[in-house]
């Protein structure tokens, strides 16, 4: 990770989104906001290639912030287009402990005039595991702002059940190694119809991660899960390409539907 100070300056991050769509009116209801490094010697790297070790080495909030500020700024350009799409934003377990977060987030949104439904917060249960009674302060005041929050790959960290009970949460995110097999796997479908319930009867609205074939899509759609994403609608995309994506998707259903 050396260098990635360096490398901020050097515009090597770059912001790539992936739609969220609106199962039931089959619309892009949001965008899930991924970090992508252009790393000089390595190429493009993911998240998941250079995210853990920005952690260890104390720069996870210089990406954070990055990312809030890039997607925040995005969002409110797809409004001036006309387009009405809240976006979410990955956070790390150390952001969670970070006591100045919502307040940056306040000045954050303020600055570029969004109301604060048009971001949504997405946290692993295991960013929960470091000291929970902070974590879960921060994450009420991120809440009490009106900004909203996502349990993400749900099903893998170590949360118990009851623990959910008591987060101040909106959505949550089913992981997709739980959908990639569906409707075939009948452990994963078990698996992904209780999480299902539990979110509903938790008053929670479910995002299934993974989508990748239409069959998996209509076996979400009679379980009542409202949204998904995944390369059946796109693989995430520069955020220069996502307005023409958003108005070539809604065209495309136009003309099915009539
Ligand atoms: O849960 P997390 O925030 O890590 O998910 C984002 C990652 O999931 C991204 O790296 C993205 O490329 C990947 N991803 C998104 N949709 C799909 C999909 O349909 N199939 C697979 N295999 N990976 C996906
Ligand atoms: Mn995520």
């Known amino acids: 990770i050396y260098g990635l100070r360096r490398d901020v300056r050097h515009d090597e991050l770059k912001l790539h989104v992936q739609p969220k769509i609106d199962l039931a009116v089959h619309r892009v209801c949001g965008a899930e906001a991924l970090v992508r490094w252009d790393h000089p010697v390595l190429g493009w790297l993911p998240p998941n290639e250079f995210i853990p070790f920005a952690e260890q080495s104390g720069n996870i909030t210089l990406i954070t912030t990055w990312a809030l500020s890039t997607a925040v700024r995005e969002c409110r350009l797809w409004l001036e287009e006309g387009l009405r799409i ?19 987030v306040t000045e954050l949104l303020r600055d570029h005039d969004l109301s604060p439904d048009f971001l949504t917060l997405e946290i692993t249960e295991q960013a929960l595991v470091r000291d929970f009674a902070r974590a879960t302060s921060v994450l009420q005041c991120l809440r009490n702002l009106g900004v909203r929050i996502s349990i ?6 170590y949360s118990s059940l009851a623990q959910l009970r008591n987060l101040p949460v909106d959505e949550l995110k089913i992981d997709r190694s739980f959908v990639l097999q569906l409707p075939e796997s009948r452990p994963d479908a078990a698996i992904v119809r209780a999480s299902v319930d539990l979110a509903h009867d938790l008053g929670l609205e479910v995002v299934a991660e993974g989508v990748e074939n239409l069959a998996c899509m209509r076996w979400l759609m009679e379980l009542g899960c409202e949204r998904a994403q995944g390369f059946l609608f796109s693989r995430p995309m520069a955020t220069e390409n996502f307005v023409a994506w958003v108005r070539q998707f809604s065209s495309a259903q136009f003309e099915l539907s009539t």
Do not use: H
């Not at 993400?152 to 960290?157: A, C, L, M, S, V």
């Open 86 to 104: 809240p976006v979410s934003v990955n956070l790390s377990s150390r952001d969670l402990q970070d006591e100045r977060l919502p307040v940056f």
């Open 152 to 157: 993400d790959d749900f099903g893998t960290g």
